[in-house]
């Protein structure tokens, strides 16, 4: 691969994971990160479009080119992933496949092919003292992301950084290291030949766990945190970061199969939701359904289910129907059930009176992640968008949708569950600020 001139972080080797404390040289290690990123940060913000997005272009090719050479560091990752056994949702997380590779050229390319909202100046009004008062839309400086097994991460956090005119330090999990450098390796020499710095995005090349406890405490350079894993990670980067996270814990999200519905397609759209991929935040954990509809419809999902291996973990009413379906694991569901994500190969069922319990159920037991209706009922179509308080609210489709690809926003950076700055999938605008601007021709104030 064509490695750019300036990427000598990448070239330092790891050290030994599971340290709890930061020894001098990673403290020096951070502390160069930071300073990078920050001095980076301001060459971003004033940059071109044309230029992010040569950057953006440059990468997706880059990322074409080099599909062998990516699998073969990919394949050091799942060799050590699989040898250490780590369970098999979380080495499918770690593949670096080319569909997977294709799928992030093309948010590069669809992210260089969007207009570029930095400088935008919006809601702009003619106040009485003559002064016209608006909104700029503007990077927020550096961000630090900190996620887990999946490697294509690093190419969405990367491009969403670029063309929000950001900088970012990537500190990806120790299973994928390889797989990451290979990687950030293609970013430097995107940024590279679109004449941009390349410390906008830098990845932390060791996996010592101390690391974040630096990241996540630099105020100094370091403007938002975003952490994207499991939930002891989440929880401790919200605990103990210093500077402001946008975060989601878990994706328990639900279907619920309404009264009235179409059955066919509420059969259809349950199965895509939970099997399609089980691994994924926004598969679905919780199947919800009306008891007018649940002795029709519960048999048949039941059957496709079965067939797949799903285990179904049911209330009393589901388990008596489901009864009858050949090859079904049907179990009895306990409390705790109804609020797991499981990334597996298990779904809770329950049968619900209509509407409002299984809106009264959502909100107490989901992540507010991604729920979904299926219904031909448009009163209650409306009723679930409004009142379940969720990031992503769906009629008559799989929730496996709520993704920033599927939305067309060209890539994500995480998918958000707080209710401040950014809520759902996290792409351009979730990157960026608003500052006021005044225009004026010499008022003063009296």
């Not at 599909?67 to 990919?74: G, P, V, Y």
């Not at 569909?99 to 930095?118: F, H, N, Y």
């Not at 759209?269 to 519960?298: H, I, M, W």
Request: aromatic share 4%; charged share 20%; proline share 4%.
């Amino acid at each position: 691969m064509n490695a750019p001139e300036k990427a000598p972080l990448l070239a330092q080797s790891a050290s030994g994971a599971g340290a709890e404390s930061a020894s001098p040289d990673l403290n020096e290690l951070m502390q160069t990160l930071g300073v990078q990123a920050r001095a980076a940060s301001a060459l971003m913000a004033k940059a071109h479009s044309a230029s992010k997005n040569a950057a953006l272009r440059a990468l997706a090719r880059r990322l074409r080119e080099h599909t062998t050479e990516l699998q073969a560091s990919n394949a050091l990752d799942l060799e050590r992933a699989q040898a250490s056994g780590l369970s098999e949702p979380m080495v499918d997380r770690l593949k670096l496949t080319p569909k997977i590779l294709e799928t992030v050229a093309l948010g590069c390319e669809q992210l260089a092919a969007m207009p570029d909202i930095i400088g935008e100046i919006s809601g702009l009004t003619q106040q009485p003292s003559g002064i016209r008062v608006g909104q700029m839309r503007v990077p927020l400086g550096v961000f630090g992301m900190i996620y887990e097994s999946r490697p294509n991460v690093t190419i969405e956090a990367a491009s969403l950084s670029i063309k929000s005119g950001n900088a970012c330090i990537l500190r990806g999990g120790s299973e994928a290291i390889e797989s990451n450098k290979a990687l950030a390796r293609l970013v430097h020499a995107a940024l590279a030949e679109a004449g941009l710095p390349a410390d906008a995005v830098q990845l932390v090349p060791t996996t010592d766990r101390a690391a974040v406890g630096r990241l996540i405490a630099m105020p100094d350079y370091v403007d938002v945190i975003i952490p994207r894993g499991g939930r002891s990670l989440i929880e401790r980067v919200s605990r103990e970061a210093k500077v402001p996270v946008i975060k989601h814990l878990d994706g328990n999200c639900h279907t619920y199969v309404d009264a009235p519905c179409d059955i066919d397609m509420a059969v259809t759209v349950a199965d895509n939701a939970k099997t399609q991929k089980y691994s994924p935040c926004n598969a679905s954990e919780g199947l919800l359904v009306a008891r007018d509809v649940a002795r029709e419809f519960l048999p048949r999902i039941g059957a496709v289910y079965a067939a797949k291996g799903v285990e179904m973990r049911c209330d009393a009413e589901a388990q008596s129907i489901l009864a009858s379906v050949q090859n079904a694991k049907v179990t009895t569901a306990s409390e705790q059930d109804w609020y797991t994500e499981y990334l597996a190969p298990i779904i809770s069922v329950k049968v619900v009176d209509g509407l409002d319990e299984a809106i009264a159920h959502i909100n107490r037991y989901g992540s507010h992640h991604t729920d979904a209706i299926l219904t031909t009922d448009h009163v209650h179509a409306q009723r679930f968008l409004r009142e379940v308080d969720s990031a992503s609210v769906m009629v008559n489709a799989s929730t496996r949708f709520a993704d920033g690809f599927e939305y067309g926003l060209g890539a994500e950076i995480g998918i958000s569950t707080d209710k401040f700055h950014a809520r759902g999938p996290v792409g351009l605008a979730g990157l960026t600020s608003l500052k006021w601007v005044v225009l004026g021709q010499g008022e003063i104030r009296t």
